[in-house]
């Protein structure tokens, strides 16, 4: 079966750091696109960054576009997710995706374009 497992999240000041990682069973995520998404309490979950499968470029929101990467390790079957410079309102639910019906290279960005999802991992950033 395919799996996502999050990791990471967790209790941090405003302005720290957290790391989330994204580990794939079931799947290369080197044929997906993966995608990270947050939903915080009250809001639709929205898309915060790609990486796509291919030599497409990676896609960060704009509200965390300078504070925010993503990175992929092919060895590891892992996505991390690197956050820096945290605000309050990064507080949220964040999940993993993978997408492969869009083919080779492409951002997917919106929750409806995932095939497969993780179950996610809570980060609070308190002020």
């Known amino acids: 079966e395919v799996q996502l497992v999050e990791s990471g999240g967790g209790l941090v000041q405003a302005g720290g750091s957290l790391r989330l990682s994204c580990a794939a069973s079931?799947?290369?995520?080197?044929?997906?696109?993966m995608t990270w998404f947050r939903q915080a309490p009250g809001k639709e979950r929205e898309g915060v960054s790609c990486?796509?499968?291919?030599?497409?470029?990676?896609w960060y929101d704009d509200s965390v576009k300078g504070r925010f990467t993503i990175s992929r390790d092919s060895a590891l079957n892992t996505v991390y997710l690197q956050m820096n410079s945290l605000k309050p309102e990064d507080t949220a639910v964040y999940y993993c995706g993978a997408s492969f019906t869009y083919g080779s290279g492409v951002a997917v960005t919106t929750p409806n374009g995932m095939d497969y999802w993780g179950k996610g991992t809570l980060v609070t950033v308190s002020s």
């Open positions: 990486i796509p499968s291919g030599e497409g470029s990676t």
């Open positions: 079931g799947i290369s995520i080197d044929d997906y696109a």
